[in-house]
């Protein structure tokens, strides 16, 4: 793949898997891309901007504000130089403000000013609504979202540059493109209770290359896959311990997710 002579925009938001982007900018320098970085404050309580400001050559913008630049309107000029927007980690706080038009600080108001494609965060809270539903006991909602999901997440594959596969075409590659493609249908069957598909997918999953965000102790995305099966299964012991794995293989053990499945298997068994 080569990315030279493409302005790639990076937006950073404040989740934890914040910190894996210098990986993400160093890779995209790599592919020969130049890389401007947009964080949100409360991204910069996970990583410094001087980290990636050292990795891209570029000034890391985080206030809008700000009284180092060039006579130009800086969101304005960044826009319009821009060729493909990443945001993540995508957090639900800028998922919502992006999908209202809400432009707050820097990163909202350079993106929405993009007129280029921009993958991953109507998905992800196409997502998130999806999952909501789902913990919340309302099937048929959660249904409809997860639908809306599918085709959010077939559309974005089909119209990466660097993809341009159709999600059967990435689930036959052997490697991590087609990995994580399985952990997202993993998610849309599970969470729309289509559970003999989602045993499916992370069957297959088990015999692709980890991703290359991943630690070296394990896919954490997978251990999360194992425990909802287990949930499902009504094995809480398997489900506690998959969760808990998951939780100690991401960066500093902070995964909100498995933790919040800890909590609620912990009340459970409490209860019962």
């Not at 919502?96 to 820097?106: S, V, Y």
Request: some cysteine; charged content about 25%; overall charge negative.
């Amino acid at each position: 793949m080569d990315l030279k002579g493409k302005c790639v925009l990076l937006g950073v938001s404040g989740g934890i898997a914040a910190y894996k982007m210098a990986n993400v900018a160093s890779a995209l320098r790599k592919l020969g891309a130049d890389v401007e970085v947009i964080m949100t404050k409360n991204a910069t309580q996970f990583i410094t901007p001087l980290t990636f400001e050292t990795l891209t050559g570029h000034k890391c913008m985080v206030d809008t504000f700000d009284r180092n630049f060039s006579h130009q309107v800086e969101h304005i000029a960044l826009a319009d130089r821009t060729d493909l927007v990443i945001v993540a980690p995508a957090t639900a706080n800028v998922c919502a403000k992006l999908a209202h038009g809400l432009a707050d600080d820097m990163l909202t108001t350079t993106v929405l000013a993009c007129r280029c494609k921009k993958y991953g965060y109507y998905r992800s809270l196409t997502r998130k609504l999806m999952e909501t539903n789902y913990w919340l006991g309302d099937l048929k909602e959660a249904g409809a979202f997860g639908d809306l999901y599918r085709k959010r997440l077939e559309s974005d594959y089909e119209e990466c540059d660097d993809l341009g596969l159709s999600i059967e075409e990435l689930m036959t590659r052997p490697n991590m493109e087609s990995r994580q493609t399985l952990y997202n249908l993993f998610c849309w069957a599970y969470y729309t209770g289509r559970g003999d598909q989602a045993r499916r997918y992370i069957g297959l999953m088990e015999q692709r290359d980890m991703c290359w965000w991943c630690d070296e102790d394990g896919c954490t995305e997978f251990w999360e896959a194992r425990g909802l099966l287990a949930m499902l299964d009504g094995s809480v012991e398997e489900a506690l311990a998959a969760f808990r794995t998951a939780n100690q293989v991401i960066w500093l053990g902070i995964n909100k997710d498995a933790c919040a499945a800890i909590a609620r298997l912990a009340k459970e068994s409490k209860e019962t």
